[in-house]
C-alpha cells in the first residue's frame, strides 16, 4: 500500500483519511500539509511512508470496527482448576445487558475477565473458547490495532492527567477520531453531572473531581467514547453517584456490562448471575420474581442508611433511628 | 533456545512484567533465564533468584548503558544456551530515551506505564519505535480513557506493534504475553544480527573522564545548542571573562 500511497497527493491522501495529518503532525511534519498538490512521496521520505501505510491500515481497522458491533459474546466452557470440566458449558451476553459476576478472592473472576480480553481459544489455562457474534473473531481483538474488548472500570481508579473536563474529552475524542466530537463532549458531561448529582464545571481539573464526580465522568465517558463493547466494573461505590442509572446509560449504549460484585443491590440490579468458584462458571442465576421484590426493600433499607449517614454529617445526633 | 529483549524507561515495572510473565513459561515446563543490564546498582537479580530464576547481572558502570549491552549480548546467549535454557530474557532500561536494546530478527519488547504521560510515548523514541510488541503497565489506578488516549499515542508511534496491557501485581496479561513470547523463533546466536536502531553517538572528551566544563576541554564528537546568544557573548570564560 505504501507504493499506491507515495503516488497520491497531499489532498487526496487527507481526503479519504482525513487522521492522516496528525500522523503527519506526529512526525514532525506539518509543513507537508501546506503542499497539498504534491505527491506524498516527493515531501515524505520511504520509511515514514511505510509507517505512514501502517497506521493508516490499523485507524481503519479501528474505525471499520463500528460497521459490525459485537451483538454478543459467548464463552464456552472448559476446565475447573481440578481439571474437571466447567459446570456451566456456554454462556451467552448480550449487548445491553448486565451480567454480575461473584465469587470468593481466588475463585477465578480474574482468569475469567482475561479469557474474554484475550478473546481465548483454548489457549489460555482454562480452555475456553470466547466468540464473538457466534463466531471465531480474527486477531485484530488481540491488541494488534489497539483494539480491545474490555473497558475497565474499577473504585481504584483515579484522573492522572493534569487536564480540564473540557480538554480532557476533546483529547479522549480526538485519539479515538470520533465524528461529532462537540456533541459527544457535550453529552458526556452532561450524563456525568446527572449520575453525580453533585455538578462540576467544563473547566475543572479532572483531578480536582470528588470522588462521585470521577466516576461519574468515567461511566458516562466508556458510554459514549470508548471503543470497547464490554465493560467490566469492579464494584461501584455507593456514594456520591446514582448506580441505577449508571448502568443504563451503558446499556443503552449497547454495552455488555460484567460487573463484579457483592454488593446484594448492585446484584439484583443485573439480568443475570454468574457464580465462580474453583477456577470455573459453576452456576447461572437470574433473578427469581421474590429477589426482584427484595430489591424494592434493600433500597429501602439503603435510602435509610444514606438518610443516617447524612444526618451524621450534619452535626445531629442518631438516638432516634 | 528463545531470545526476547525487553526494554522501557526505569521504574514502569519491567521486572515485575518479566517475572509473572516467565512463571506460566516455567509452569509449562520450560527452564527460563534473565540476564538483567543495569547502570550503577540493582538488586532485581534477588527476586529473579528467589523464583528459581536463572539470572546474570551486567552494571554497566561508568560505560554507556547500551553500547555496554551490545558488547555483552552475544556471550549472554551463550551463557543461556550453556545454561540449557529454552528461553532467556534480556532486561535493560532505557535511562536515555535514545537508547534501544532491539536486534533484528530477536523479539523486541518495550514496556512503558500509563502514568508516564501523554507525551511520553513520542519522547520514549527507538525502543518504543522500534519494538514488536508494547506492553503498557499500570492500566489498574488509571481511568479507561487515559488508558485509551495513551495507547493511542502509542499507536501514533508505532503503528505495527501489538499492544498488551498488564497488570504486574496481579498478573493479569501476562499469560497473554508469555504466548506471544513462546511463539518467536530459536536463537542459536546473535553473532552478525544487526541492532534495530544505531546507538546513540559518543566519544567526547567527557567520555574519556573529562570532568572540566568549558570549551577549551570539550574535544571529539561535540554539538552545541543554538541558544541565539548576543554576538560577542562569551560563551569559554563567563561574565566577565574570568579566566
Known amino acids: 500500500m505504501s507504493a499506491d500511497l507515495g503516488g497520491m497527493t497531499v489532498e487526496t491522501v487527507l481526503g479519504r483519511w482525513p487522521f492522516a495529518a496528525q500522523f503527519l503532525q506526529e512526525k514532525g511534519l506539518a509543513n507537508v500539509l501546506d503542499r497539498p498538490d504534491t505527491a506524498l512521496d516527493v515531501v515524505v521520505d520511504p520509511t515514514v511512508l511505510q509507517d505512514m501505510a501502517a497506521f493508516i491500515a490499523e485507524m481503519e481497522a479501528f474505525l471499520g470496527s463500528g460497521e459490525e458491533p459485537v451483538r454478543e459474546l459467548t464463552i464456552k466452557g472448559g476446565r475447573a482448576k481440578d481439571g474437571s470440566p466447567e459446570p456451566v458449558a456456554e454462556l451467552t451476553a448480550r449487548a445491553g445487558e448486565v451480567l454480575c459476576i461473584v465469587g470468593p478472592t481466588g475463585s477465578g473472576k480474574s482468569r475469567l475477565l482475561a479469557d474474554i480480553e484475550w478473546v481465548a481459544r483454548g489457549d489460555t489455562p482454562t480452555g475456553r473458547h470466547v466468540l464473538i457474534n457466534g463466531e471465531v473473531p480474527d486477531n485484530r481483538w488481540r491488541g494488534g490495532s489497539g483494539m480491545h474488548l474490555v473497558a475497565q472500570l474499577s473504585q481504584n481508579m483515579n484522573f492522572v492527567m493534569d487536564l480540564s473536563v473540557r480538554d480532557f474529552l476533546s483529547l479522549h475524542a480526538e485519539s479515538r477520531q470520533a465524528p461529532e466530537p462537540l456533541e459527544k463532549i457535550e453529552r458526556i458531561a452532561t450524563w456525568a453531572n446527572e449520575l453525580a448529582g453533585e455538578p462540576f464545571a467544563m473547566d475543572t481539573p479532572i483531578t480536582s473531581l470528588s470522588g462521585g464526580q470521577s466516576r461519574a465522568l468515567m461511566i458516562a465517558d466508556i458510554a459514549v467514547l470508548s471503543a470497547s463493547p464490554v465493560v467490566l466494573i469492579d464494584e461501584i461505590e455507593n456514594a456520591g453517584i446514582d448506580r441505577r442509572q449508571a448502568l443504563d446509560i451503558l446499556i443503552q449504549q449497547e454495552k455488555i456490562v460484567l460487573m463484579a460484585t457483592h454488593d446484594p443491590i448492585l446484584a439484583l440490579m443485573g439480568d443475570r448471575r454468574v457464580v465462580i468458584g474453583g477456577g470455573a462458571m459453576t452456576k447461572v442465576i437470574a433473578p427469581s420474581a421474590g429477589e426482584r421484590a427484595n430489591l424494592v426493600e434493600l433500597k429501602a433499607l439503603d435510602a435509610r442508611l444514606m438518610e443516617l449517614r447524612r444526618r451524621l454529617r450534619a452535626g445531629e445526633v442518631l438516638d432516634q433511628i | ?243
Open chain 2, 1 to 243: 533456545m528463545r531470545f526476547v529483549t525487553v526494554s522501557g524507561p526505569p521504574a514502569v515495572g519491567k521486572t515485575a512484567v518479566i517475572i509473572k510473565t516467565l512463571e506460566h513459561i516455567q509452569g509449562e515446563g520450560h527452564k527460563v533465564g534473565v540476564v538483567k543490564f543495569d547502570c550503577l546498582a540493582t538488586e532485581d537479580d534477588v527476586l529473579y533468584r528467589k523464583r528459581g530464576i536463572p539470572v546474570r547481572k551486567g552494571l554497566a558502570g561508568a560505560l554507556c548503558p547500551d553500547h555496554y549491552f551490545v558488547s555483552n549480548v552475544e556471550e549472554c546467549v551463550q551463557w543461556g544456551l550453556a545454561t540449557g535454557l529454552d528461553m532467556l530474557v534480556s532486561e535493560s532500561a532505557g535511562l536515555c530515551n535514545r537508547c534501544s536494546p532491539h536486534i533484528r530478527g530477536v523479539l523486541a519488547v518495550c514496556v512503558i506505564d500509563n502514568l508516564s504521560g501523554t507525551d511520553a510515548p513520542r519522547k520514549i523514541g527507538p525502543m518504543l519505535k522500534a519494538a514488536d510488541v508494547v506492553v503498557i503497565t499500570k492500566g489498574d489506578i488509571v481511568s479507561q480513557a487515559e488508558r485509551e488516549v495513551f495507547a493511542a499515542r502509542v499507536r501514533m508511534v508505532n503503528p505495527q506493534a501489538s499492544i498488551l496491557h498488564v497488570n504486574g501485581i496481579t498478573g493479569q496479561g501476562s499469560y497473554e504475553l508469555g504466548t506471544l513470547w513462546s511463539g518467536t523463533r530459536e536463537t542459536a546466536t546473535v553473532e552478525g544480527l544487526k541492532l534495530r536502531f544505531s546507538m546513540p553517538a559518543a566519544l567526547c572528551s567527557y567520555c574519556l573522564g573529562e570532568t572540566r566544563i568549558g570549551a577549551d576541554y570539550q574535544l571529539g564528537n561535540v554539538r552545541k545548542m543554538d541558544l541565539d546568544l548576543p554576538t560577542g557573548a562569551k560563551t569559554d570564560g563567563g561574565p566577565g571573562g574570568e579566566p
